[in-house]
């Protein structure tokens, strides 16, 4: 009997989803509970686990798009020998070689047959050596020429292969990536979108935070960073200008009594963002455990959609890459988010002397229709005062 595999629905306002990464491969056999493939939607990643046991025959492929309902594959469970982990070794290649008749088009799975679009592959010079002819993605990675000599350029560390001839490649956008696409320009059609700039002496926080992350790292068993600083900050901050923690809706203003801060994080697929839930609650110990726990779940593509639901305000930090000054863009339907840059030694003068110090430029990008210039300004001297006097934020260790 055959069993289907359906798209899940993964939320209320989805419709579809796409296939991130095949984890079994066409014609393997599969136990029930065994993990099939993870699909994408433009919000988190879920996986798809085998209800059934049976030989699996994939009829969607990577990067394909799908109705949620709609069938991605069979679980054929009268097979035999499907109830191990393999199935029975196929017969000699020599007895499975057929030939198609003239005009007939060669049989081949959905994987071979999305490959020989892609690459260009004239099926009908192949001959298959699978059952009853059909063509496998072995026979088109066979009919293929030598690997082509390549050249090389060099982008800082890494080199980047480049043909003899350079063309196009043309790839679906993923889900996600198409999300972020939308909400971008969501954000500057909607939004009036300006932003303010100041700078922080880094010094006093990289002095707190040396002093302390290795008993702070034995002791509660995560890393004491610098975004629990400015998470911690800006909570403060918030609380002095409220404005820049609430929302439009239509003609009315949203405040809201509470902080749940959105810690943009990158990732392979694309930058996402998860929520630290009630963060005017918590201390250093929980923030830094929240965020450590967040981040891996991004790096794995485990986030769900709670954890990226909601969201007053956002902190995105591209100085891990470097970055010297930047306007980030608002995440709808919020009305700041503040960017960190990277640390970097400048003269500047202290109290009438020149000297070098580790210095941040901060920008807070706003919604000009809700949040004026004063209260901007505001903010940010206000959290550029509290990271420059780190003991204002209530540390739990030595300043």
């Known amino acids: 009997m055959k069993h289907h595999v359906v798209a899940p629905s993964v939320g209320e306002s989805i419709t579809e989803v796409s296939i991130l990464k095949w984890l079994k491969k066409d014609g393997q056999s599969v136990k029930s509970g065994d993990l099939l493939l993870e699909i994408e939607s433009d919000k988190a990643t879920v996986e798809i686990v085998a209800e059934f046991s049976g030989a699996l025959q994939v009829i969607k492929t990577d990067g394909e798009r799908i109705p949620v309902g709609e069938t991605i594959a069979w679980i054929d469970d009268s097979i035999p020998g499907t109830t191990g982990i393999t199935l029975p070794p196929p017969p000699p290649a020599a007895l499975q070689v057929s030939t198609p008749l003239p005009g007939e088009l060669p049989t081949m799975g959905p994987a071979a047959r999305k490959m020989a679009t892609e690459q260009g592959i004239d099926i009908h010079t192949i001959q298959g050596t699978g059952k009853g002819g059909r063509i496998t993605q072995g026979d088109l990675l066979s009919s293929k020429p030598s690997t082509p000599i390549t050249k090389t350029i060099t982008q800082g560390t890494a080199t980047l292969p480049f043909s003899p001839r350079e063309g196009n490649r043309r790839v679906p956008m993923s889900h996600l990536r198409t999300r972020i696409a939308e909400r971008l320009v969501q954000a500057q059609h909607t939004a009036a979108i300006l932003t303010t700039f100041n700078e922080v002496d880094m010094g006093s926080i990289m002095a707190v935070r040396s002093k302390n992350k290795d008993t702070f790292k034995a002791k509660h068993g995560v890393a004491l960073s610098f975004m629990s600083f400015f998470a911690k900050g800006c909570v403060e901050a918030l609380k002095v200008i409220p404005e820049v923690n609430a929302s439009i809706d239509g003609r009315d203003l949203v405040y809201h ?143």
Do not use: W
């Not at 110090?357 to 920008?363: I, N, Q, T």
């Not at 903010?379 to 550029?384: A, G, H, N, Q, S």
């Open 257 to 399: 009594d509470y902080c749940d801060i959105g810690i943009a994080v990158g990732t392979e697929r694309g930058l996402v963002v998860p929520i630290v839930r009630n963060a005017h609650q918590m201390g250093f110990v929980e923030m830094e455990k929240k965020m450590a726990e967040l981040a891996v779940k991004a790096r794995d593509g485990k986030l769900s959609i709670s954890d990226m639901s909601g969201g007053t305000f956002t902190i995105s930090n591209g100085g891990v890459y470097g970055s010297l000054l930047s306007t980030p863009i608002l995440t709808p339907p919020q009305s700041g988010i503040l960017g960190m840059h990277k640390i970097q030694e400048r003269p500047v003068a202290i109290q009438g002397k020149v000297e070098i110090r580790p210095m941040m430029y901060l920008a807070l990008s706003y919604d000009h229709r809700l949040i004026d210039g004063k209260g901007a300004v505001t903010f940010l001297v206000t959290l550029k005062d509290l990271l420059e006097n780190p003991e204002k934020l209530g540390l739990e260790f030595e300043p």
